[in-house]
């Protein structure tokens, strides 16, 4: 890759980083190998003064071809037009809402030929969950069921009379466990908020991923009836798969997106892989990603239920239930479901590892006698796993990086605690389950341990006390509470705090 994308992003600052970023990438991650494969363009952006998304250029300096794209929104944020200017085509697609913001009808047509090549009809329910999308022009229909909670429970699809259905489960957190589609299910298991790893319908092992600090797959292995293999996740800077690389070297897949994530994917298609734009969970079925609370389409660049979260009065951008990063796909992302975050602390936190992993990498390999792909995959795997699990870490290098991780963990605690924004919401199952239990003696430092008194200082232990990172990767914090030292565990993901456990100590 060694043209930059070049944005013309609202904060000026951020450029830098952005650009340095890109240029690690390119440097580590250095797919293709030959420069006639690799990706040389400029890209181009221009927002409104809501800081919403309206054109975007694509310059392929190889080619000297552009490509365009326009987005219109009405004033409370729908989109009703996007367009797109190729070398070939000339689509554009006009949207139509009720009242409630919701999308009701959408037609796309090709200019160049003036002919309709969809036009799609919306339902939904009394609560504002998606029930049926129907494309007259395509003849495909699409219909949606929800649990109690709102949540995705059936997706079936229907196109050209055959028929393929999705369904999925959910445990007690909201986390979907299982996900069904014909005589195919994958299990899903987690560690704190992420998926670890997965099973078949057998309950066999398939998958065992290596999480990063901000809960993004960045390894995984795959077992098969050999054993298993390693591959290592390249990401851009907003987390978004790039290509996932085999242990020669090779990539296995490649992946492509439009502004509001449309995949494309290439490469090997018997390789099975969720994890594509934004670090989401993509349904080959649907085309949806799952993003932890809800369901989005990228297509529509917008949810398909409403968000329980119902955002704040001062920032009007957070008060539409359904849009995606308020419009602003390119500097923002959304990995909970509910709250947009920008994309230029991930930038930062992004270069300070990958830079310091580079180079202890480089000296890791030298140390172990590594040599050509093996060496290269190695360093990259390094790089993308600094600040990440010592145990995913510890299957490409062992005891060096253990005797490294000392060396990093208060630096590393410390830009965790500086860069958390709150703490996630502690759930009425936690507290009573794991927290507030008679051997953990908060009748030590509270007269009344109620739950809320608890979670009060549970809240102050996170903001005042001495944060450590553990060679799991977790943190722990420790604070000074009339004479008792309160100890919390938990994991900061996209800015989030999430809490795992808290105590008095003995």
Not at 337 to 350: F, L, P, R, S
Request: glycine share 8%.
């Amino acid at each position: 890759m060694t043209g930059l994308h070049q944005s013309s992003l609202n904060i000026m600052n951020t450029i830098g980083l952005l650009e340095l970023k890109q240029k690690l990438i390119a440097y580590i991650n250095n797919y293709p190998t030959k420069d006639s494969d690799k990706v040389d363009e400029k890209r181009s952006y221009e927002y409104d003064k809501l800081n919403r998304l309206i054109n975007f250029d694509i310059v392929n300096n190889k080619t000297n071809k552009t490509e365009s794209y326009a987005y219109e929104y009405d004033k409370v944020g729908n989109m009703i037009s996007k367009s797109n200017i190729l070398s070939d085509t000339n689509n554009i697609t006009d949207y139509t809402y009720n009242d409630l913001n919701q999308l009701v009808s959408s037609e796309t047509s090709n200019l160049s030929t003036g002919k309709t090549t969809s036009k799609k009809t919306y339902s939904y329910d009394e609560n504002g969950n998606n029930i049926k999308e129907v494309d007259s022009i395509k003849n495909i229909t699409k219909e949606m069921t929800y649990d109690v909670d709102n949540r995705l429970d059936t997706y079936t699809q229907t196109e050209n009379n055959k028929t393929t259905t999705q369904s999925n489960l959910y445990n007690g957190n909201g986390q979907r466990i299982q996900k069904s589609e014909g005589d195919n299910s994958i299990n899903y298991y987690y560690q704190n908020g992420n998926v670890l790893y997965t099973t078949d319908k057998d309950e066999k092992k398939t998958s065992h991923n290596f999480v990063g600090l901000e809960g993004n797959t960045i390894s995984t292995m795959r077992y098969n009836l050999s054993g298993f293999e390693y591959y290592i996740y390249n990401k851009d800077i907003k987390g978004s798969t790039s290509n996932i690389v085999a242990n020669n070297g090779n990539a296995k897949v490649n992946y492509t997106y439009s502004d509001f994530g449309e995949t494309e994917t290439r490469g090997d298609t018997t390789f099975y892989n969720e994890t594509a734009y934004t670090g989401g969970v993509y349904d080959n079925i649907s085309s949806l990603y799952y993003l932890n609370s809800r369901y989005y389409n990228p297509e529509d660049g917008r949810f398909i239920t409403q968000d329980t979260y119902r955002g704040e009065k001062d920032k009007p951008e957070t008060l539409h239930l359904y849009v995606y990063c308020a419009n602003n796909p390119i500097n923002y992302v959304d990995p909970s479901g509910h709250i947009a975050t920008n994309i230029v602390g991930a930038v930062i936190g992004a270069v300070i590892g990958a830079v310091g992993g580079y180079y202890l990498g480089k000296w890791l390999a030298n140390k172990l006698g590594l040599k050509g792909n093996i060496k290269s995959v190695f360093i990259a795997g390094v790089a993308a796993l600094s600040g990440a699990s010592i145990a995913a870490i510890g299957y490409f290098v062992g005891p060096y990086i253990a005797k490294s991780w000392s060396w990093l963990s208060a630096s590393l605690a410390g830009l965790l605690k500086g860069s958390y924004k709150r703490v996630g919401t502690i759930s009425k199952f936690k507290i009573n389950n794991h927290i507030n239990v008679p051997k953990h003696l908060w009748n030590r430092v509270l007269k009344n341990p109620s739950n809320t008194n608890v979670k009060n200082l549970v809240y102050k232990a996170i903001k005042n006390g001495k944060w450590t990172l553990k060679k799991s990767g977790s943190v722990e914090i420790n604070y000074k509470y009339k004479k008792e030292i309160i100890t919390v565990t938990g994991n900061v993901v996209n800015k989030i705090f999430k809490v795992g456990n808290a105590w008095v100590k003995r």
